[in-house]
T-cell receptor
Framework: DVKVTQSSRYLVKRTGEKVFLECVQDMDHENMFWYRQDPGLGLRLIYF???????EKGDIPEGYSVSREKKERFSLILESASTNQTSMYLC??????????FGPGTRLTVT | KQEVTQIPAALSVPEGENLVLNCSFT??????LQWFRQDPGKGLTSLLL?????REQTSGRLNASLDKSSGRSTLYIAASQPGDSATYLC????????????FGTGTRLQVTL
């Protein structure tokens, strides 16, 4: 079974803090993704990576950056957290264009 | 730009009923379509993946169909159970978009006793 894990289920941070969200997959998948999910807006792609050190912007990359130093790990970075980044963050991975597998999500609150 | 719509937004049915969830998409140039289930406050669980060359996929009580030319997919749930209560999301993987999914906003299903 594919397993995608995220470092925290719940996180509370203050405005202006630097925030790291970590995602790890154990199936040697090439592709990894970060989404955010908001009521009424659905899931929106922030960034994705198709190989180590390779990344591409998704639909809403502003205010975020990513890092992929190892194939199994994909980090989302909020350089200076703001209240409008309060959301559910979901990580996913896939092999090529195949099925995407999701982690349990991190609910981030920025106060 | 691909747009994915799911109707209805919410559905309540008594236990035992068969039901159909609908998903439509605007650009028929897709690579595949995936159905997910999401429980409140949790991540997404993949239910079925249909490749663009396929017409349907089945897993247990679930059957998903795809009509690419008309931009539609349906998820059929047979003999619904209270444990099926969740939000169901469909997502399309557009050809040429490097594995990026476009999601619908989901159908929230409640199966009552």
């Amino acid at each position: 079974d594919v397993k995608v894990t995220q470092s925290s289920r719940y996180l509370v941070k203050r405005t202006g803090e630097k925030v790291f969200l970590e995602c790890v997959q154990d199936m040697d998948h090439e592709n990894m993704f970060w989404y955010r999910q908001d009521p009424g807006l659905g899931l929106r792609l922030i960034y994705f990576s198709y190989d180590v050190k390779m990344k591409e912007k998704g639909d809403i990359p502003e205010g975020y950056s990513v890092s992929r130093e190892k194939k199994e790990r994909f980090s989302l970075i909020l350089e200076s957290a703001s209240t409008n980044q309060t959301s559910m963050y979901l990580c996913a991975s896939s092999l090529s264009w195949d099925e995407q597998y999701f982690g349990p999500g991190t609910r981030l609150t920025v106060t | 730009k691909q747009e994915v719509t799911q109707i209805p937004a919410a559905l309540s049915v008594p236990e035992g009923e068969n039901l159909v969830l609908n998903c439509s998409f605007t650009d028929s140039a897709i690579y595949n379509l995936q159905w997910f289930r999401q429980d409140p406050g949790k991540g997404l669980t993949s239910l079925l993946l249909i490749q663009s060359s396929q017409r349907e996929q089945t897993s247990g009580r679930l059957n998903a169909s795809l009509d690419k030319s008309s931009g539609r997919s349906t998820l059929y749930i047979a003999a619904s159970q209270p444990g099926d209560s969740a939000t169901y999301l469909c997502a399309v993987n557009g050809a040429g978009t490097a594995s990026k999914l476009t999601f619908g906003t989901g159908t929230r299903l409640q199966v009552t006793l």
